[in-house]
């Protein structure tokens, strides 16, 4: 029997458990916080994950069970330890650290951002590519360099995924806004100049919901919308590209929630297709926050002796990704591929 570990993601609105081995997913749950005007408020998802973590942990369980897999199979329990809510990320862990006592088996912290990129190498044929990572409060081109993931380029204040919703609560659309500005730009080919902030390797997006906010005196929203998406994605395309350049690398890869937009997908393709690129995208049940990410990065953790004690098992609301010593990567195994 291939070895199993159960995650638990909860950093902001999705609490989710899954059950995998290093095949598949065998059994997923997800309750999700949606708030009731605005915003993601922390205290009441860290509530929300709280009311319901038990119930999506016992679901799981008992999925997995109808597939055959038993309590006592499971080798470890993986939980986010960050970037996320401090809240939520508390809520999760004390989750984990109790499941981990229980069942007698280790505990594993893995980093949000790192179970992104692991999951889309897992689910697509991408190797060793160059990520970006665009979801709520991240915004990030990352790629594998001995023995670590390096940051080569990343929002210098509010993420892609927060910029979209922010302007769509302006423009008196609910949460959460991206999908509904993906409608509305789909309906406009006016493109009105926006701020394109890209300064060096990052990027800057607070500018450019104010700009788009402001835009809406004077123009139509789907003029607005259409113009939003394009510039925004243009800068993290062209930081991509460069990023590509810069590492030699023959892949791209697209993580988070914001990847799940067909406009960005089709920007990518285009520059990898002109650079002589391949370009990956999960399905979608992978690109936004899911347990099966946080179950998967854990096994790969597990198996290279990457776990923690209970006592060093603190939370990191800034976790930040190229902080992590990737221990789950055959360097030879990886020339090898390229």
């Known amino acids: 029997m291939k070895r199993t570990v159960l995650g638990i993601e909860g950093t902001a609105w999705n609490l989710s458990a899954a059950i995998v081995n290093e095949n598949d997913v065998i059994a997923e749950v997800t309750h ?6 605005g915003g993601i408020h922390p205290r009441e998802a860290a509530q929300h994950h709280a009311k319901f973590a038990s119930y999506v942990i016992e679901k799981v369980l008992e ?7 038993s309590l006592s199979l499971i080798a470890g329990v993986a939980f986010s330890q960050g970037p996320g809510l401090g809240a939520c990320l508390r809520t999760v862990a004390t989750a984990a650290r109790a499941l981990s006592l229980s069942l007698g088996v280790p505990l594993i912290g893995v980093n949000h951002c790192l179970a992104h990129i692991e999951v889309g190498r897992w689910k697509t044929p991408a190797r060793d590519p160059v990520t970006l990572y665009v979801s709520g409060a991240n915004s990030q081109v990352l790629a594998y360099n001995m023995g670590k993931y390096r940051v080569f380029g990343e929002t ?5 995924g927060n910029a979209l919703d922010k302007f769509a609560r302006s423009a ?3 949460h959460p806004g991206g999908p509904k500005i993906e409608e509305l730009a789909r309906k406009s080919k006016n493109y009105i100049p926006m701020p394109y902030v890209v300064k060096g390797m990052d990027l800057s997006f607070s500018g450019l919901a104010t700009a788009a906010t402001d835009a809406l005196t004077k123009a139509s929203l789907e003029d607005v919308c259409y113009s939003f998406q394009e510039t925004a994605f243009s800068m993290v395309v062209e930081v991509t590209e460069r990023a590509l350049a810069h590492t030699g690398k023959k892949e791209v890869l697209l993580a988070g929630g914001v990847g799940a937009n067909m406009r960005l997908r089709e920007m990518l393709k285009i520059m990898c297709e002109e650079r002589g690129a391949s ?12 347990g099966a990410m946080i179950a998967y990065l854990g096994l790969l953790m597990l198996n290279s002796g990457n776990i923690l004690s209970i006592e060093n098992s603190h939370v990191n609301p800034n976790f930040r990704p190229d902080s992590v010593k990737v221990t789950w990567i055959n360097e030879d195994e990886l020339k090898g591929d390229t």
């Open 32 to 37: 999700t916080y949606v708030p009731p005007i």
């Open 63 to 69: 999925e997995a069970e109808k597939k055959g897999v």
């Open 156 to 160: 210098l204040d509010i993420g892609l």
């Open 172 to 174: 008196g659309l609910t």
């Open 279 to 290: 370009f990956y995208v999960p399905e979608k049940r992978f690109m936004g926050d899911n």
